[in-house]
Structures are given as structure tokens and as C-alpha cells.
């Protein structure tokens, strides 16, 4: 209680003059109120990321203003009242209660009680901040226009578990201070929209893959070989599915006798390469480095010559390839084909995959437009071509309507400048990307030796684009060399499947 008192007769002294009123005002309320803020998202009443934002950074910043004023406002009433600091602080507390005592020791008292309070506040402040901005829900949602494709993406990726600081900042003070530098150069970019659109990729500040990737996948246990079958359709009435089955070769170790696709990061072996532009796509020299310090390198003839000192030159991890590991932007053909192959789109509905890549390919400037558009062409076809099947399956079309929205919400976003294909994966060897950037006939060593890209190097084709799964199980007299390798490893697979 005389505690309390003496907290109620030092506000009071300080509240004199009307700065050190405002100050006390501030600081007491700004502390209440985040108080109250703090305790509803504690219970999950409050889960915005604006009022996280507003409770972490607004209400703080308005107590530190207040207890700059509180002293401020002190200096200026002993100025305009002649007095010094230990003449008013005793009459203030002579004047609430004789019983305090001496002024010395309630001054004493009084400060260090109010400073312990502060501090404790501000570390807890510090703390929680922290917290908060390493959510994935205050990444995604706190610069909703910005950020959201990204999150929208995230929310359905393989990483959806992991939060958004675990990549994009990783472990160590110096991480998370240059993380906080660059969060704020994002607040500005984002008040005066300084930001391009869209966000430029790769992201060039990242942590190199071993401090964020390796913490959970171990290079060391990459090994063996992975099945996988992917399924496509015509276009025909039918959807017809075709079936391509591949044995990735995923072991990390080149000294093995076929090694896999993964000894790019062998630990025995280190792999650069010079691109002559920021998105690292047009491959200009890639070079092999072994520890006995021997090299190998390949240039690529059809690029024109740079100068050293305007190359990007890096060394390569894993998300040269795995660029798009966790914010997928898909393929519309394949997006398609992924919702029919898992019978999310029902079967049996005519012309359905040639449609529906139609749909999702409306190109508006309105993300809510184009959402009324993907639904108003499916329909609109099927009440010109199938009206019986739109009256007896308006169930399974409703349903189809609703998946392809939700395809084209995580991949459109016109607000951004986001459309199919803006954002490419180099994972495989679609078009020219990917792999074919530096596995290419074109990438040659100072003796004419090319860079391999056989299709074997990284996989077993055990089928290609065919009626069944394993094509080569239906052709079991074959005599080509390659055919063989793959019937050798189906008694492997066969289980798998």
C-alpha cells in the first residue's frame, strides 16, 4: 500500500508541468491497454496481425514517447519553479502522506521500483515481439497485398508446418538482427510502394541451404532411389490418362557407381557457377571443384562472353534446383491433371480437363472476377453442349467449380502481377529451365567434353507417356540395354506402386 502510494504521489509530481502530464498519460495508457491486447491473444480472442502489429510496435513505441516526456516535463517545472528535483519530489511526498518518511529514501525507492517496472515491461515487450513476428501467421498476413500470394502458396506446400523464419532468417543473433534491418526497410517499402510487382526471385539474401535446409534434411541420408508416377490426361471426351514412371536416383554420394541426383552437395565436392543475370536461369560457366583441388569446368558456347567482375558467381545448395520448395506456383495443365488423378474432380464428366484448364486460364485484373469467371465458363459450357449433364451432375460440376477456384485463388493474384508461369520451378527439365540450364550439349570443357544429359543420369524411365504405369513390364523380351536396366529394378518397384 505504501508502495502504491508513493507510485500515485510521484505521478503526481511528475503531472505539474503538461508535458510530464502527457508523458505520464501516455505511458500509463499505452501500458494498460497493451496489457489488455496481450491477454486476448494469450486466450486466441484477438489472432489479426494488424492488432499484433498495432500491440507489438504501436502501444510500445507510445510508452517510450511517454517516458521521454515524463523527464522532460520534470526539467521544465524546476526551471519555471526555481526549485531543485529533490525540493519538489518532497513536497510532493510530504503533501500525499507524513507517513513515508524520509524524502531520501522514497526517492530512492520510488525510482528504482518505477525503473524495475519499465524494464521488466520493455524485456517482456522485447519478447514477445520477437514471438510475434516469427509466426507464420504475421509473415503472411501483416502486408495481406504484399504477402499474401506467398502465404496463400505457403498454407499448401509440403512446408506448411514450418515456420516462415526457419528459412528465410535461420539460427544466430547476427541472423535475427539482419532479419529486423531488412523488416524494416519492408515497412517503408510497403507504406510508400516502393515494391515490385512481382517480388523479384531468387531471393538473393537468403541463408546458404546447409544453416536452413540441412537442419532437416540430411544430405548424408539421401540415398537409395525414389518411385514416381505421374499421371496425365487428354483432352478428349474420355481423359484418357497416359502414365510416365520414373526411378529417381536421390543419393548424394558421387564416389558410389551410379550416383544420384543429390551429388551436387556432396561434403567431398563443391559445384559453382556464374549466371550473367539476377534470376540465375542463363548459365554462363559451371565448375567442379573435388578436394584433391583438381577442377573441371564447362562454358557454355552460345553465351556471349562477360566480364568477370559483372558475373554472379555462387556456389550451388539446394535451392538452386528446389527453388520453388515451398511457395508452389503450379502449372495449369498439371494442376488440373493433379486434381483428376486424386479424384478430386469427378470422373466421368465430358471434355472436363480441357475445360477446366480453359477456366482457370481466364485472364482478368480482378482476382474476384476472374474467381466469377472460372465458374460462369464451366457452366456456360456445359449449358451449351451438355444440358442433361449439367442437370444430373450439377453436384460434381458445383464441386469441380469450387476446386478450380481455389487452383486459380493460390496461383492468380493480380494485385501483384501474379499469372501462370511468372514464377517457374527448376525442379526437372520443363522447356529450357531447370536441369537444361547447365546439362546441356551447349556446356563444354576446355577438351570439347559436354556437360552429361543423358536421361539416365538422374533417373530410370520405366515408363514414358503410357497406358500402364510400368510400360516395360508389358514388354518383357525386349533387347535394348535400357529396357533391361528397367525390368531389372521392377521387382524393386513393384511393391511401391
Not at 502458396?153 to 531488412?182: M, R
Not at 573435388?290 to 539446394?318: P, T, Y
Request: glycine share 6%; aromatic share 10%; net charge negative.
Amino acid at each position: 500500500m505504501v508502495l502504491y502510494k508513493k507510485y500515485l504521489a510521484f505521478l503526481k509530481g511528475v503531472s505539474h508541468d503538461p508535458v510530464g502530464k502527457l508523458g505520464v498519460v501516455l505511458t500509463t495508457s499505452a501500458l494498460g491497454v497493451f496489457l489488455i491486447l496481450e491477454l486476448a491473444r494469450i486466450l486466441d480472442v484477438i489472432r489479426n496481425a494488424y492488432v499484433g502489429l498495432i500491440t507489438y510496435l504501436a502501444f510500445p513505441l507510445i510508452f517510450i514517447i511517454g517516458l521521454i516526456l515524463i523527464p522532460i516535463g520534470w526539467q521544465r517545472l524546476k526551471r519555471n519553479t526555481g526549485k531543485t528535483g529533490a525540493d519538489l519530489l518532497a513536497t510532493v511526498f510530504d503533501e500525499q502522506d507524513t507517513r513515508l518518511g524520509p524524502y531520501g529514501s522514497n526517492l530512492f525507492q520510488t525510482i528504482l521500483l518505477l525503473t524495475i517496472i519499465n524494464a521488466v515491461f520493455l524485456g517482456f515487450l522485447a519478447t514477445r515481439m520477437l514471438s510475434f513476428m516469427d509466426e507464420p501467421h504475421f509473415c503472411g498476413t501483416a502486408c495481406h497485398s504484399v504477402m499474401d500470394p506467398e502465404w496463400q502458396t505457403y498454407q499448401a506446400s509440403p512446408h506448411a508446418n514450418v515456420k516462415c523464419v526457419d528459412c528465410h532468417v535461420g539460427e544466430g543473433a547476427d541472423a535475427l538482427v539482419e532479419s529486423k534491418i531488412n523488416g524494416i526497410w519492408q515497412m517503408i517499402s510497403v507504406t510508400f510502394d516502393l515494391y515490385e510487382k512481382p517480388i523479384p526471385t531468387p531471393v538473393h539474401n537468403l541463408r546458404p541451404a546447409r544453416e536452413t535446409c540441412e537442419t532437416c534434411h540430411w544430405p548424408a541420408k539421401f540415398y537409395g532411389k525414389q518411385l514416381k508416377t505421374i499421371v496425365s490426361y487428354d483432352n478428349n471426351q474420355m481423359l484418357t490418362p497416359s502414365y510416365t514412371t520414373l526411378s529417381i536416383k536421390i543419393d548424394t554420394r558421387i564416389d558410389e557407381p551410379n550416383p544420384g541426383v543429390h551429388w551436387h552437395i556432396d561434403d567431398k565436392i563443391k559445384v559453382y557457377y556464374a549466371t550473367i543475370d539476377d534470376k540465375r536461369q542463363k548459365i554462363l560457366w559451371v565448375e567442379v571443384e573435388r578436394l584433391d583441388g583438381s577442377r573441371d569446368k564447362f562454358f557454355n558456347r552460345k553465351s556471349v562472353a562477360q566480364r568477370e567482375d559483372k558475373l554472379k558467381i555462387r556456389e550451388m545448395d539446394c535451392v538452386d534446383c528446389h527453388n520453388r520448395a515451398t511457395h508452389i506456383y503450379q502449372d495449369p495443365v498439371r494442376a488440373v491433371d493433379d486434381l483428376l488423378s486424386r479424384g478430386i474432380i469427378p470422373p466421368g464428366i465430358p471434355f472436363i480437363k480441357r475445360e477446366a484448364v480453359a477456366a482457370i486460364k481466364i485472364k482478368s485484373s480482378d482476382k474476384e472476377i476472374g474467381l466469377n469467371l472460372v465458374e460462369q465458363h464451366l457452366v456456360q459450357f456445359y449449358r451449351d453442349n451438355y444440358p442433361d449433364i449439367l442437370n444430373s451432375r450439377s453436384v460434381d460440376i458445383d464441386k469441380t467449380v469450387h476446386e478450380l477456384q481455389k487452383v486459380y485463388a493460390r496461383n492468380i493474384h493480380p494485385q501483384m502481377n501474379i499469372r501462370w508461369g511468372v514464377y517457374p520451378s527448376n525442379l526437372g527439365h520443363k522447356s529450357n529451365g531447370g536441369c537444361f540450364r547447365c546439362h546441356t550439349p551447349d556446356m563444354i570443357n576446355d577438351d570439347g567434353k559436354a556437360v552429361s544429359y543423358d536421361c539416365t543420369l538422374c533417373h530410370f524411365i520405366l515408363a514414358y507417356e503410357s497406358s500402364h504405369p510400368f510400360q516395360f513390364l508389358q514388354e518383357p523380351d525386349s533387347t535394348n540395354l535400357e529396357n533391361k536396366m528397367q525390368e531389372y529394378l521392377l521387382d524393386e518397384f513393384m511393391h511401391s506402386y
